[in-house]
């Protein structure tokens, strides 16, 4: 389909006011196949419905509420490669303002163009500009171009055409954003599932007075805390997609084994004055919060998912605190509960090699860490070929709170696993049949077998029932 159908379609309306677009799964294979994919390879990837185990995603009717122009493509992880390359935050600031002109906002942004557009993140934005809006070079008539687009095609069905008919995803996992929320209940259940935040569960990170509110109780002790965890998980264990913790931004992914007594006394003393523990005393109320959301999550058969490794933002990242390899006694703890361990643990990526392949409960999923380093993306995934079963791995999490940029993480994520496949048949470690195998693993049947993701879909949708709601 070419920009202009594409757009004609985009900004049509039936007459029950719904948007309305052509199917265009078939452009995902106009695309030029990278010259280090073998054919065969690129024409299974790019074939394959896709199920994306981890997004920020906002629903549609909160997008339908705001602005949107050309920055939707950089606004979430661009930006740091741009402040790391000199923008500073006044500009930043100036960039997210609804009221300053598209053309305006480039011209902050130019002069830093040429140091960030060989990155990552911000290829992933120029491939998914170009597929969807036919633009090869951002200048000030370009950003208004798409700006404009964007804006005429802000309408209902627009999220999900994205996702289903441009990318071919046919599920998405999402990790909810909005402040304090421990599991967003009202979704579109034909295009996400919901993971249940643990991080907005634990302590001290919990928001208790928002948490109180929800389940119709005060939480004045620690079993008043431990109920109104059992309550998310009897409410939702059935349905959700996962419970995901990404408290790796706020301390180190090292949980001991912490008794109840003990957990109990340091809750008492920090429910009366928040400032009374101290740091040691902190992580280890957060341990045994943490333990316990993992045993309540092996109740209900959920994976839990934690980040691993490299921060997001800039000037934050402390190397030692991300290490996955802090994570070994919390298997061995619960070695019923499957473990996904998130970003491959970039840049300590090969210490998941050597986990995955010893521990029977833990997996790996690349989500983000092809558009944080492909390269290093693409030599995780030969080598995790060469160690590790094809079924303990998962290729594709867009990691975006828009939908506008994943088209362009999908292209890359693609590519880093079509040239790993390509690598390991050249070099003989796999037959081709058998690559073309393991790229439907890594994109579909591994997260399909691993996360029950139709049974769960089912679940949501007969409790949302013919509600593809967006207001949460």
Not at 91 to 99: S, T
Not at 135 to 157: D, F, M, Y
Request: proline letters at 4%; charged letters at 30%.
């Amino acid at each position: 389909m070419d920009r202009r159908r594409f757009l004609q379609l985009a900004i049509g309306a039936t007459a029950t006011g719904y948007a309305v677009w052509e199917r265009s799964r078939n452009s995902r294979q106009e695309q030029d196949r990278p010259p280090g994919v073998h054919p065969e390879i690129w024409d299974t990837l790019t074939a394959l419905s896709v199920l994306d185990t981890h997004e920020h995603q906002e629903e549609e009717a909160d997008r339908l509420r705001r602005h949107v122009d050309f920055m939707e493509y950089f606004r979430h992880y661009s930006l740091s490669d741009w402040r790391s390359a000199g923008l500073r935050d006044e500009e930043i600031a100036v960039l997210n303002r609804a009221d300053v002109d598209p053309a305006d906002k480039w011209a902050r942004l130019r002069p830093f163009w040429q140091a960030v557009r060989n990155t990552g993140y911000l290829q992933a934005a120029l491939i998914a500009i170009r597929r969807i809006h036919g633009v090869e070079e951002l200048s000030p008539a370009t950003v208004r171009q798409i700006s404009e687009e964007l804006q005429r095609s802000n309408r209902p069905g627009y999220v999900r055409h994205v996702f289903k008919e441009i990318c071919g995803v046919e599920y998405a996992q999402v990790n909810a954003l909005e402040s304090g929320v421990v599991y967003r209940s009202q979704t579109d259940p034909d295009l996400f599932l919901q993971d249940i935040s643990g991080l907005r569960l634990m302590l001290p990170f919990a928001n208790l007075d928002r948490i109180a509110s929800e389940t119709g109780g005060p939480i004045d002790t620690l079993a008043d805390y431990e109920r109104a965890v059992d309550w998310y998980f009897e409410r939702y264990g059935k349905e959700a997609s996962a419970v995901k913790n990404q408290c790796a931004y706020s301390r180190v992914i090292r949980f001991g084994a912490v008794r109840r007594a003990e957990a109990e006394r340091l809750f008492d003393r920090w429910r009366k004055n928040r400032r009374s523990l101290s740091r040691d005393d902190l992580l280890a109320l957060g341990d045994y919060s943490w333990n316990y959301i993992v045993a309540k999550a092996g109740e209900y058969d959920l994976v839990v998912k934690i980040h691993t490794g490299y921060l997001a933002g800039n000037n934050t990242l402390e190397l030692d605190r991300i290490r996955p390899a802090h994570l070994t006694s919390l298997f061995r703890r619960f070695p019923r509960v499957r473990f996904d361990l998130f970003h491959m643990g970039y840049p300590h990526e090969f210490e998941t090699v050597a986990l995955v392949k010893q521990y029977t409960n833990v997996y790996v999923d690349l989500t983000w860490a092809p558009i944080v380093n492909p390269v290093a993306a693409s030599r995780y995934v030969e080598s995790f070929l060469a160690s590790c079963p094809v079924t303990k791995i998962f290729a594709f999490g867009g990691d975006y709170r828009t939908v506008d940029p994943v088209y362009g993480h999908l292209w890359i994520t693609r590519a880093v696993v079509g040239e790993a496949l390509t690598r390991r048949v050249r070099a003989g470690g796999m037959r081709l049949r058998d690559a073309c195998y393991a790229a439907k693993c890594l994109f579909r049947e591994n997260v399909e077998r691993t996360f029950h993701v139709r049974e769960r879909a089912a679940r949501l949708k007969k409790r949302l029932g013919d509600r593809h709601a967006t207001n949460r």
